[in-house]
């Protein structure tokens, strides 16, 4: 079922590392036309754009983060205040902003209306993802930390908008750090009571539209389960049993709470959206199914009670609309906003102001009001307006075929005022694995295309959005048939001609990480530097060190990834760290000191290995970061250093 997989992606995997296999065998298929559209559909420049400042690109923005109070009279956003991305409210009206809270050590990455009193938010302690929930009171200003308890992770379940001013579920691994229990909690008082204990495999509670918890799923490691009850008062009973292949994601119950809308793969290669009988878990209805890639998810209007409609990923997010108002609402913004895409992210109560992103490739662009009773649309930040779209470069939908047939999709950026040939390129595997790259503004990627550099991202087999058999054709592939897919991708720009066959670096994240690191270990000919930015090192290590509201799911790493006992030849043969030996490659690697995730181990154990054996590399260690560097001043720090790293060893004016 997808929540055992979407729990992963969103934790570990959000950014973790792959491996390749020592085979480089034969080259790839080529497929000639994307890169042509591509070359042609670049901008003419007469020279190239200016340098821009680093900071630029990785400087936090004006404002962020736009919603508003659920009587539409209140705008909240995100502002940076001592460095720090904190949160700022003004009247909807207009007028002057005061700053609600007083955050130092970190950002505030997300936050929550809860009535129009309060504002919840959450925050970890130095990258440790150990999240407590906050509450500021917007009348006394007194912040209040709701879940106090260290060494303990929260989560919110449902905010209960339309049940409770002051109420809301939420999780907490307080009994046992492996398994979150469910809990009501009063943001007015700290007051919490627990309503449904976990039993030892639930990963994720489901309320119906009273705010009841009505349906859970649990893995056992391998299978998993969809678990419902008629009220709160009633026991689980399991209704449907999946082995973890099979993606049962529901999504929420129908406006009557007598079915489940959801997305399922069963009996399908797609995923589709679909509706359950509670009851029995049989499939009732199928809603909507696009034939070439998953529907992620379903949206819906909570003051009309209608499905509006379904979200999916081809090159770039498209929407299968259900309710004739809401598509008009968004044709009406995509005419008054030319030139981007437009997303609706929050809206008031009566569905009467909305905010609305706009943004493309080239810009994080703006975010805006929209006054339905009006028609009018005001714009309310630009998020990066240092950055000016003319100068930065276009993200073009590329796709190659890999060695044994498989298409794999990706994105091609080209610096702007130089011909697509002979080019230094950045290959940049995204983290995950189980994620995917998508279309739309990139820091790092523009960075680096303003810097000269032509920058490949592919979804790999395993990238999700592709189907099951794709995603299936990456188990036990980490430094396999999964880095097989990136070299071939390298491949394929040699022989485009686009890119310098002795000026190609790879640079990932997490598995990007991994994979930055079996692409040095297992092809040491074919970079000429490489960037490891909190990768696995040591697949034995790797598995030892996972957070422990993870070992739920060990059984099925040990499926997807391999088992340390029973697969312990083919996790030595894709280690990075047991083949240091073979890397011949200039290596920058970049690690947080508190990692959940990747833990800082496997980064020492390959740099020790390096210097052992007198081979170049750079290290970078941030005392107070986690999974990636999140601190204004961090980002600086670290890309400052990649980019006199690639320009040493990639030459980009050359």
Known sequence: MKPVLALITAALFASTGLAQSPSTSSSPTVSSSPVAAVAAAQPAAAAMPPKIPLRDFFKNPVSRSYDLSPDGATLSFLQPWESRMNIFIRPTAGGEAKRLTNEKDRDIRNYAWKGNKFIVYAMDDKGDENFHLKRVDLKSGEVKDLTPFPKVRSDIIDDLADVSETDMLITLNKRNPEVFDAFRLNVATGEMKMVAQNPGKVDRWITDHAGVIRAATQTDGVNTSLLTRLDEKAPFKEVLKTNFRESVSPQFYTFDNKSIYATSNIGRDKAAVVTLDPSNGKELKKIYENPEVDVDALAYSKKRKVVTFAAFDTWKTERKFFDPQTEAMYKTLAGKLPGYEVEVVANDKAEDKFIVMASNDRSPGSRNLFDVKTGTLTKLVDVAPWLKEGELAPMKPIEYQS?????????????????????????????GPWARDTWGFNPEVQFLANRGYAVLQMNFRGSTGYGRKFWEASFKQWGRS???????????????????????????????????????????????????????????????????????????????????EKDKAMMEAVSPVMHADKIKTPLFVAQGAHDPRVNKDESDQMVAALKKRGVEVEYMVKDNEGHGFHNEENRFDFYGAMEKFLEKYLKPAA
Do not use: C
């Not at 190609?504 to 960037?531: C, E, H, M, Q």
């Open 403 to 431: 060695r044994d047939g498989l298409t794999i999709h990706g994105y091609l950026t080209l610096p702007l005022g130089r011909e697509a040939k002979n080019l230094p390129v950045v290959i940049n595997p995204h983290g």
């Open 482 to 564: 999964m880095q097989d897919d990136i070299t071939d991708g390298v491949q394929w720009l040699i022989k485009q001609g686009i890119a310098d066959p002795k000026r190609v670096a790879i640079y990932g994240g997490s598995y990007g990480g991994y994979a930055t690191l079996a692409g040095v270990t297992f092809t040491p000919d074919l970079y000429a530097a490489a960037v490891d930015y909190v990768g696995v090192a040591n697949m034995f290590t790797f598995m030892k060190t996972i957070p422990p509201y993870w070992k739920p799911f060990l059984d099925m790493f040990h499926e997807m990834v391999g088992d340390p």
